[in-house]
């Protein structure tokens, strides 16, 4: 009976706050009803799916599993491009704190409550997901070539960032609506290197940001990017981080920091 008190209680508290998870989706047919089955919506007011012109049957699947809101790309637009359309449908159905949560089921929706906590109540106004703080990475099958470059591009970042995070690079993220007044997404990248430039972009702005550990999952049905593309992806965060770095110096302010 107390246990049942305090969960209505927490619950009402959190829908001070409108809660949105936003799931960018490509070819997410078979994950997706793992990931949206976790979803707690004792505290989620709307869920918002992004097909990215996916060539399986991830629409139907999302509209099959009864999500309100799905919307279908006619073409691919990119991660990043993908990832705008959700956080741009979130911000106009008024939500308060959205969380992007991949629909691969590489992160467990179970985490919700406590990373959205941590913005409801105005601990942090960006919260991550970390594979890294535990040892939820390697257990949970994260290929060791991966995980060396995380640690090594975590590495750098934090020195020219200025900050202390155990990764950048996931893919579980809660912000508050009022991040996104203060940063322009739209002059990021469509491409996966989109996730990089937002935080420099939060960081720039002052933001702080905090983390949870998050157990990850390494499968067959997991997205994940191959060899040669993480290597752009690599050079493509270096990047964004030296940019970080002249731009605090005001030697040069790319567009992204404008």
């Not at 949206?36 to 990215?52: A, C, K, R, T």
């Not at 040892?135 to 020195?159: E, H, I, S, W």
Request: proline residues 3%; contains cysteine.
């Amino acid at each position: 009976m107390l246990i049942s008190l305090i969960l209505i209680i927490f619950n009402l508290v959190l829908n001070g706050k409108q809660i949105s998870v936003v799931l960018p989706a490509y070819n997410a047919a078979q994950t997706l009803q793992q990931t949206y089955l976790e979803i707690p919506l004792d505290i989620v007011d709307i869920v918002i799916l992004v097909d990215d012109a996916s060539n399986d049957n991830t629409t139907g699947k999302a509209k099959e599993l009864g999500i309100a809101h799905v919307i279908s790309h006619q073409s691919n637009k990119g991660y990043g491009g993908n990832q705008k359309s959700c956080y741009e449908k979130a911000l106009s159905l008024g939500s308060d704190i959205i969380i992007m949560l991949h629909p691969d089921y590489q992160y467990t929706p179970k985490l919700i409550h406590s990373i959205a906590s941590m913005v409801a109540f105005d601990v942090y106004p960006v919260v991550l997901g970390s594979r890294i703080l535990g040892n939820g990475a390697l257990k949970g099958g994260m290929p060791r070539y991966k995980y060396v470059a995380n640690r090594l591009l975590t590495f750098f970042q934090n020195l020219l960032m200025r900050q202390n995070l155990s990764e950048y690079h996931t893919g579980y993220r809660a912000f508050s609506k009022e991040v996104f007044e203060k940063i322009d997404i739209h002059k990021n990248s469509n491409d996966f290197v989109f996730d990089n430039q937002m935080l420099a972009q939060l960081c720039f702005a002052g933001f702080e940001i905090g983390e949870v550990s998050c157990p990850t999952k390494y499968f067959d049905d997991s997205s994940s990017i191959n060899f040669s593309r993480s290597v752009t992806y690599g050079m493509g965060v270096l990047k964004t981080s030296l940019l970080f770095r002249l731009a605090k110096w005001k030697v040069y302010i790319n567009k992204i920091f404008k």
